[in-house]
């Protein structure tokens, strides 16, 4: 198995624009999560689904932030419009199940300037 | 609100010595997992313990959990470069709607001078 697949590793967008991060979680997997890592907060949990159904989104930070998940092979987060305090690394993680760790993709590095 | 700590933050030896480094809460955790994280890559699971007093062993790192699932410790024999990372703590607590709820400590930051 290749893994959790996210895509693109780095991003760098001007302030205002809209910035599409994707993630493919491995297959089998039933739950996939976007987390946010910066140096000030450490990993911080955005938002998770299971079977496709986003179960708690209570970590997006306001509603620039949006997930989607239309199949159990694909999920994107969207920021719109980004902002320079959305710098930080994202990463997607998928678990088979409840009380199993996850794997974790290698991350977007996402920068607003 | 549920709360991870780990200490030390920064630790800095030298190849060859033991270490030990602490996850701490003051809630009870159905399981608690240990990560490592390399610069520039994500978290990789090292290993998961449920049972309250549980030893788990992976070659030269030895995790323990605690007799409450309150806590943890990962102790790293005869340490290596390769060891070199940040060692994250992850808590899963079951909640009422049958899903978990997973929080992470800030990380323990291990360096491993040759």
């Known amino acids: 198995d290749a893994g959790v697949i996210q895509s693109p590793r780095h991003e760098v967008t001007e302030m205002g624009q809209e910035v599409t991060l994707r993630c493919k979680p491995i297959s089998g997997h039933d739950y996939l999560f976007w987390y946010r890592q910066t140096m000030m907060r450490g990993l911080e949990l955005l938002i998770y689904f299971n079977n496709n159904v986003p179960i708690d989104d209570s970590g997006m930070p306001e509603d620039r932030f949006s997930a989607k998940m239309p199949n159990a092979s694909f999920s994107t987060l969207k920021i719109q419009p980004s902002e320079p305090r959305d710098s930080a690394v994202y990463f997607c993680?998928?678990?088979?199940?409840?009380?199993?760790?996850?794997?974790f993709g290698s991350g977007t590095r996402l920068t607003v300037v | 609100t549920q709360l991870l700590e780990q200490s030390p933050q920064f630790l800095s030896i030298q190849e060859g010595e033991n270490l030990t480094v602490y996850c701490n809460s003051s809630s009870v955790f159905s399981s608690l997992q240990w990560y490592r994280q390399e610069p520039g890559e994500g978290p990789v699971l090292l290993v998961t313990v449920v049972t309250g007093g549980e030893v788990k062993k992976l070659k030269r790192l030895t995790f323990q959990f605690g007799d409450a699932r309150k806590d943890s410790s990962l102790h790293i024999t005869a340490a290596q470069p390769g060891d070199t990372g940040l060692y994250l703590c992850?808590?899963?607590?079951?909640?009422?709607?049958?899903?978990?709820?997973?929080?992470f400590g800030p990380g323990t930051s291990l360096s491993v001078i040759p």
């Open positions: 992850a808590g899963s607590s079951r909640m009422k709607t049958s899903y978990d709820k997973v929080i």
């Open positions: 993680a998928s678990r088979q199940q409840a009380n199993y760790g996850y794997t």
